[in-house]
């Protein structure tokens, strides 16, 4: 491995970390808004504020885009195994082509994420006067995201397939 890929490698590996905390981070996050909402709906210990709905609703997504975002790096988000048994080459072969529709996919969140987050830029939600733009940008970040992580497993997949064979 050259010095460059083991610095992406590095980068990419850093990068998952991250994602893993922000995960762990946004459930736990969730449980706050959700509680209020329970204990607000069934007793009178807190008023029920509205908020936590809305609060709730953009937590949820920005991890639900976090979550798509480790699952491309794992290679557990779009890979459904419909092959018995294929050779090293073969299965890298199915690998690229599902990856190639994967960056499709990731390249649609970049670009419609952007014009996504145009829209919300000067925008703010309702009941929680938080800046729209700010949940608006998980899907061109989610797209991004999944670019870096294919673009490592791409390499992955074009070295076995182009690999010599041993004479």
């Known amino acids: 491995m050259s010095g460059g890929a083991g610095a992406w490698r590095r980068f990419t590996a850093g990068f998952a970390r991250l994602l893993d905390w922000l995960l762990i981070a946004t459930v736990a996050i969730l449980i706050v808004p959700v509680t209020m909402q329970i204990v607000s709906r069934y007793t009178d210990l807190i008023p029920p504020y509205i908020w936590t ?58 670009f419609s994420g952007i014009e996504f987050t145009r829209f919300a830029i000067f925008r703010i939600s309702e009941l929680a006067e938080l800046p729209l733009w700010v949940i608006h940008v998980a899907w061109p970040l989610t797209g991004l995201a999944r670019i870096v992580f294919l673009g490592e497993q791409f390499v992955d997949n074009a070295r076995i397939l182009f690999a010599r064979q041993p004479a």
């Open 53 to 110: 709905e809305e609060l709730a609703r953009f937590v949820f997504i920005w991890m639900i885009m976090i979550g798509a975002m480790l699952g491309v790096r794992e290679v557990a988000h779009f890979n459904v195994d419909i092959w018995a048994r294929l050779t090293p080459r073969g299965e890298a072969a199915l690998n690229l082509v599902t990856q190639l529709a994967t960056l499709v996919f990731a390249l649609v969140f970049v």
